[in-house]
């Protein structure tokens, strides 16, 4: 494999969970990698490499999105938020604490995925209905849950994040 030099590389900056990064990339670089590689984004997982599991789902500029169907070099002066940027400085956000409550999750591979899709939804659809929830969970794959805890659990982030002393 030829080593690509420093200068045939391309500089990303983005913001990433609230913070100004950069790093370097070969122009063909999925962000999914990028996130995880360059800048330590760990949480980003990556199950398909085809956009259909949803285990790699981020949010560029609010909007969830396959970060294995991105290239790096898109994210570029954008806004990405990773499951790492979800609880804030008071502690886990409403749907990271539904989720421990209702047992949402098991191996955890595809959580990640579904707390940014679901986070994304919540702020679109504060009052979503059982069959709604699980419209947005049809774009997920996961082996372990059946899907049952997972809809309670962002059921009940809804209606937590409707009370005043909620946090996102």
Known sequence: MKRIERDARCRVDLTLNGVQRSGW??????????????????????????????????????????ACLMLAVQA?????DTVEGL????????LQRAFKRHHALQCGYCTPGILMS?????????????????????????RCTGYTNIVRAVLDAAAERRTPASDA
Do not use: I, K
Request: proline share 2%; glycine share 12%.
């Open 25 to 66: 990339c070969d122009n063909r670089t999925l962000l999914s990698d990028f996130l995880r590689q360059e800048l330590g984004a760990t949480g980003t997982h990556v199950g398909c490499e085809h956009g259909v599991c949803g285990a790699c789902t981020v949010r560029v500029d609010g909007m969830a999105v396959r």
């Open 76 to 80: 570029e002066g954008r806004h990405v």
């Open 87 to 94: 609880a804030g400085a008071r502690g886990m956000s409403a």
């Open 118 to 142: 679901a986070t994304q939804f919540l702020q679109r659809v504060p009052r979503p209905s059982e069959q709604q929830v699980r419209e947005m969970l049809s774009g997920h794959l996961c």
